[in-house]
């Protein structure tokens, strides 16, 4: 529970019937705060080289549209650690090649494998495999959210400030799908959230007026200055995105004032972290100087990816009884 240590497993609750992971709305507050404090467990327990074997005999099917290497790498370190395997089928790899329907894929592999993490382009991809795969379906990236980036994000934050609520966030960049997993975030969860995006480059609109419906402390405005004062964690993503290699230059000048550089933490707390996704292109959205600085959190963030998914994995297809 929120406000103590998580040494068991999650239990899921619904053991008869499969829960999936498509965007953070996926989870409640609760099961959100248990995965972070599972997470931190698992972490200390391989620190300690005593990774439980939850997953023996597991096996999950990775479905890969977009190249990866932190989450393809995290997801197959992470389910060794616990006693299980993956499998990996890349864009040239399955019958989805060929145009085989979603609908029979999912329903072929939910015979062969406990679990399905998916990277492709459209969202719709991920819920037609969930629609038909009656075993758990990760989103492990697509156009419009990247949940478990954001989870490992949530995880790290915890760590430093030893809390998640009551923070305040920047977002500045791009409204991509890190910014709307962000949103989703601050919609299940006490952080406000400042995101500082050029006009016609906005995140969901309606992720936006679900935040405007619910009184959630979300703002979006297109100066990153007053996007980070008092921030506690700035965040930033490349400009172009897997798919826009095409708009990269036009993006790189309508970008260049939201670059995080040391000219702007000046106006943030002096205490913040800075938070890049990763692959970072230094000197176009971050410096080299801050992505490499003592506030930079990015490499244990990115180390947690490892740790919070294995959370999720023990819950969604680990542990069949409490």
Known sequence: MHGGRVTRPLQNANNTMNRDLLTILD???????????????????????????PLAGKTLALIFEKPSTRTRVSFEAGIAHLGGSTIYLGRNDSQLSRSEPIADTARVLARYVDGIVIRTFGHDIV??????????????????????????????IQERFGRVTDLKVAWIGDGNNMANSWITAALRLDFS?????????????????????????????????????????????VWASMGQEAEAKARKKVFAPYQVNGALLQHARPDAIILHCLPAHRGEEITGEVLDGPQSA??????NRLHLQKALLEWLIGWDTP
Request: with cysteine.
């Open 127 to 156: 819920e037609d495999m969930a629609r038909w795969a009656d075993i758990p379906v990760i989103n492990g990236l697509t156009d419009s959210h990247h949940p478990c980036q954001v989870l490992s994000d949530l995880q790290t």
């Open 27 to 53: 989870l409640t507050a609760a099961e959100i705060y248990q995965l972070l404090e599972r997470a931190a467990a698992l972490k200390v327990l391989h620190q300690q080289d005593h990774d439980p074997k």
């Open 298 to 303: 990015a490499w244990d963030q990115a180390e």
């Open 193 to 237: 959230l400042s995101l500082a995006c050029p006009p016609g480059y906005e995140p969901d609109a309606g992720l936006l007026q679900q935040a405007r419906q619910e009184g959630r402390p979300i703002y979006l405005q297109d100066d990153p200055v007053r996007a980070v004062q008092e921030a506690h964690v700035i965040n930033t993503d």
